[in-house]
């Protein structure tokens, strides 16, 4: 069965600190997306990745880099970490139509 | 822009009730169009997809018809169950490879026994 893993469920950090998401497919996709969900807001694209070692700014990239260093690991970094990025993190991954999502992070920066 | 229309929830319905979720797009182009579903505590999974005009995905019971003509996608199911609780999206795709999908806003569907 196909998957998308993130490697943490849930995460607590403090105002301040480096953050790090980790995005692993084992379907050899080319494409790989960060979102965050937040409620009344839906989902908003952070990045997206479209081969290695590239990167494209979604809609709310500020506070947020990402790497991509191999095809299927896709990883999302908030530099210095703050309580407004408290939030659900999806990872998603798509080669054709249909993304395939991750279980998701939640994060809450205390 | 590209967007995607979705009723407002939540939506509470009894067990063995008929569901539908409206959705309606805007978009360039012919996009392909999908529903997920996002159950508690959980990512999101494709419930299903049409890539064409008239086409017809279903999966679990759940049925949507892409209708051109009135740019809409609506998600039904003749008999719910409690275990259908969920929050519902439908999508747009109107990239060439899947990319850059555009969201509904989500719509929460709870059922009681």
């Known amino acids: 069965d196909v998957k998308v893993t993130q490697s943490s469920r849930y995460l607590v950090k403090r105002t301040g600190e480096k953050v790090f998401l980790e995005c692993v497919q084992d379907?050899?996709?080319?494409?790989m997306f960060w979102y965050r969900q937040d409620p009344g807001l839906g989902l908003r694209l952070i990045y997206f990745?479209?081969?290695?070692?590239?990167?494209e700014k979604g809609d709310i990239p500020e506070g947020y880099s990402v790497s991509r260093e191999k095809k299927e690991r896709f990883s999302l970094i908030l530099e210095s970490a703050s309580t407004n990025q408290t939030s659900m993190y999806l990872c998603?991954?798509?080669?054709?139509?249909?993304?395939?999502f991750g279980s998701g992070t939640r994060l809450t920066v205390v | 822009g590209d967007s995607v229309t979705q009723m407002e929830g939540p939506v509470t319905l009894s067990e063995e009730a008929f569901l539908t979720i409206n959705c309606t797009y805007t978009a360039t182009g012919y996009p392909s169009l999908f529903w997920y579903v996002q159950y508690p505590g959980e990512g999101l999974q494709l419930l299903l997809k049409?890539?064409?005009?008239?086409d017809k995905g279903s999966n679990k019971g759940f049925e949507a018809t892409y209708r051109k003509e009135t740019t809409s996608f609506h998600l039904e199911k003749g008999s719910v169950q409690v275990s259908d609780s969920a929050v519902y999206f439908c999508?747009?795709?109107?990239?060439?490879?899947?990319?850059?999908?555009?969201f509904g806003p989500g719509t929460r569907l709870s059922v009681l026994p």
């Open positions: 998603a991954s798509s080669q054709g139509f249909g993304y395939t």
């Open positions: 049409a890539t064409k005009a008239d």
């Open positions: 999508a747009l795709s109107a990239a060439p490879y899947g990319q850059n999908f555009v």
């Open positions: 379907m050899d996709h080319e494409n």
């Open positions: 990745s479209y081969d290695v070692k590239m990167k």
